[in-house]
């Protein structure tokens, strides 16, 4: 059968910017799917999406205008049902057949083109037939309705469709957007479906000002984009349109010069990208004054506020020149930049009198107000939130470098949350922290404070830098483990998707900066010292948050590419200081490809049954009661290689320290095959638990070894 290709578009008012892409491939996507579950598209069909302000579309090829007939078989009725005991139909039977279309004027005939076969307890009496399939109109009609309804739409709206459209009188429809037109073009033929009141046709709307005709008419759905980009200015294609800004961005900072660039932000330029149709870069720029302003301030305000494009220079500095993502291409653009610059000029000095403003005050003039800002009705205020913190971080900077580290440390967590109560994080939340590493350096505060206290929020999200100085690392833990400590303290954890307040971000942040960091600090012990500063306001212990810790890190370590079995036999042991897991790891893989692997996590396995059944074990060993020679060779062994592998272990070099082991195998398969352990004697049993439970420890310091075992 002959296929043409298909092109479908809805023609609706601006569609939300942050989801039209999302739009798009979820419109193109499910119409796709539903041809194809139809027969009426091919399962190696090309989808290709189309997303603009004003539409979404798709075009797929190979697609039939007729679905081809397909053979089903339908299961009636179990053979006692259908037949009585002649082996004549039933009138249960013949109805069912009369139901479903068959000829029944012949019962005889009709029972003979049945078809029996066993289903499961007994014989049943099948039905062959042919369904002709879908025609492209019914199909396409299903696939239509399938995709709207299955539209990530984030806020529907209501609207009433005239007289003039295809359902009569005032009819409500509950679309994102109320929608003008429906084209559906199979080849150069139209394709009579309806959807949202609509009836389509070969016709749409192109760009509102710089359009060449209205409407655009589309005359095969092949010349879809190049018809619209011709005669109605518009770049159908959100992945063009976005390549096409991306381009425009760079050339106009290369005519700029002096190695600048557009800021790198794929959020801002995929929302630029759903809010035109046509774009144009354009540069634009400010007053210079204004660059006293912090650059995070300036650039989060052109950002958030104008969808501007920020220049940096080959320093990573912003310069007063900024880029415009226009939606018209005038030949004097003279008024477009005029009218950009006069917008981000109140906004710029909106951010510069914030800056002025807060500087009148220092931080530790705030530090009061922070006992008027409730933080959780169950934890308190702020001023009780970073008391607490204060407390967890003195002890911290005590433990990891002393009384200087732990008096920084506590200075820093004092101030931390006062850039809260300024004008500029009250503007913009984006910058809390940031700006309060600025008015630290205003005050005269040491450098360390200071970038402590911008830092103390970091990692801020996956991949995120960690705080730069140890003063920053210190108060970051503590932030981080008052958040986690107080929440599962007060029984807030999360549950599913939620996780209102972050703590597996939070988790996730405790994580890589004991990893990375190496700090000599177990986690136990961390937690230990941050619940006293809690009083009564939290109850139960950590182990929940202890657990939670621990899921999160071996998520975290099978993301990163580690195998499930290295991860289950390192994390087996809960590690308490998290810097040496990967150093764990690393040694368990190598040991995992040792030729003595197996066998040995088998009998570490084995070992691991029986010390588990006998209970308390003490791990000592009197030579003089070992009589069998497979025994006394083991125990002659284990003197020679168990030392040798604690030192390995002591000195760090884990690697080595399971290898020295691999030694065992021959002597400990020996033992397995010729010892009874449980011996009847009671002194001989104990002996050879104690031999077992020596063996045990040395076998799994680094890792439980037995999760290795196939």
């Known amino acids: 059968m002959t296929t043409q290709n298909l092109l479908v578009e809805l023609f609706v008012e601006e569609l939300p910017p942050k989801a039209l892409n999302k739009l798009g491939a979820a419109f193109s996507g499910v119409l796709a799917e539903q041809l194809q579950a139809q027969g009426l598209a091919t399962a190696d069909a090309v989808v290709t999406a189309y997303a603009s302000p004003r539409r979404l579309a798709a075009h797929v090829t190979g697609v039939l205008a007729q679905a081809a007939d397909k053979s089903v078989q339908q299961k009636l009725m179990p053979v006692t049902v259908g037949l009585d005991a002649t082996g004549q139909a039933t009138p249960a039977l013949l109805k069912k057949l009369q139901a479903l279309g068959a000829d029944v004027s012949d019962p005889v005939a009709a029972v003979a083109a049945l078809q029996r076969a066993p289903d499961g307890k007994a014989d049943a009496l099948f039905y062959d037939s042919v369904v002709k399939g879908a025609s492209l109109q019914v199909g396409l009609q299903r696939a239509l309705e399938e995709a709207l309804a299955k539209l990530p739409i984030p806020k529907v709206m209501q609207y009433q469709l005239e007289t ?18 429906l084209m559906a073009l199979h080849g150069s033929q139209v394709v009579a479906v309806n959807a949202l009141g609509l009836t389509a046709g070969n016709q749409t709307q192109g760009h509102r000002f710089e359009a060449r005709v209205s409407p655009v008419v589309v005359g095969h759905a092949d010349d879809y984009a190049n018809v619209l980009e011709k005669d109605g200015a518009v770049v159908a294609s959100f992945a063009a349109r976005r390549a096409e800004i991306a381009r425009q961005l760079q050339a106009a900072a290369a005519k700029v010069g002096g190695g600048c660039k557009p800021i790198e932000d794929d959020a801002l330029l995929d929302e630029v990208t759903a809010l035109v149709e046509r774009p144009n870069v354009l540069i634009c720029a400010f007053e210079e004054q204004f660059l006293d302003v912090p650059q995070e301030c300036l650039i989060l305000t052109m950002k958030a506020n104008q969808k501007y494009f920020p220049l940096l220079d080959a320093a990573g500095k912003l310069t007063h020149q900024f880029l415009v993502v226009s939606n018209i291409r005038p030949d004097d653009a003279s008024a477009v930049i005029g009218g950009n610059e006069r917008v981000v000029r109140p906004r710029l000095a909106d951010a510069k009198f914030f800056f002025d403003q807060d500087r009148k005050k220092t931080l530790e003039s705030r530090v009061e107000g922070l006992s008027k800002v409730v933080y959780h009705n169950k934890l308190g205020t702020q001023g009780e939130r970073m008391a607490r913190v204060c407390g967890i971080a003195k002890e911290i900077g005590r433990a990891v470098g002393g009384d200087l580290l ?32 600025y008015y630290a350096r205003h005050d005269g505060l040491s450098t360390e404070v200071a970038n402590a206290i911008e830092d103390h929020y970091k990692p801020r999200f996956a991949g995120d830098e960690l705080p730069r100085n140890t003063v920053g690392l210190v108060v970051a833990l503590a932030d981080k483990l008052e958040t986690l ?226």
Not at 586 to 597: D, G, K, W
Not at 616 to 639: I, R, S
């Open 164 to 181: 003039h459209c295809a359902l009569p009188g005032w009819t409500s429809v509950n679309f994102v957007r109320p929608a003008h037109s």
């Open 485 to 710: 400590v107080g929440m599962f303290g007060i029984g807030n954890v999360p549950t599913g998707d939620k996780d209102p307040f972050a703590l597996r971000r939070h988790a996730l942040g405790v994580i890589r900066m004991l990893i990375e960091k190496d700090l000599a600090l177990g986690l136990p012990e961390l937690l230990a010292l941050s619940m006293p500063v809690f009083g009564d306001k939290i109850s139960g212990g950590p182990e929940a948050l202890i657990d939670f810790i621990y899921d999160r890190l071996a998520g975290s370590l099978r993301e990163q590419g580690y195998s499930a079995q290295e991860v289950d036999a390192v994390m087996a042991l809960r590690p308490a200081r998290l810097g040496q897991v990967g150093q764990f790891l690393l040694a368990v893989r190598a040991f995992a490809a040792l030729p003595e692997s197996p066998a040995l996590a088998a009998a570490n396995k084995r070992i691991g049954n029986i010390l588990k059944k006998a209970g308390e074990v003490d791990a000592h060993v009197n030579a003089g009661l070992l009589q069998e020679d497979a025994e006394k060779n083991l125990y002659a062994v284990m003197q020679k290689l168990l030392p040798e592998s604690e030192a390995q272990f002591k000195a760090g070099d884990y690697t080595a320290s399971l290898q020295t082991l691999a030694a065992l195998r021959s002597p400990v398969d020996a033992f397995f095959d010729d010892v009874m352990v449980n011996a009847d004697e009671m002194d001989l049993r104990l002996n050879r638990q104690g031999l077992l439970k020596s063996l045990h420890v040395a076998m799994n310091r680094v890792a439980d070894l037995s999760r290795l075992a196939a």
């Open 406 to 437: 732990a008096a920084q440390a506590e200075q820093a967590a004092r101030l931390a949350k006062t850039d809260l109560l300024t004008d500029m994080v009250g503007e913009f939340p984006e910058l809390q922290g940031i700006m309060g590493g």
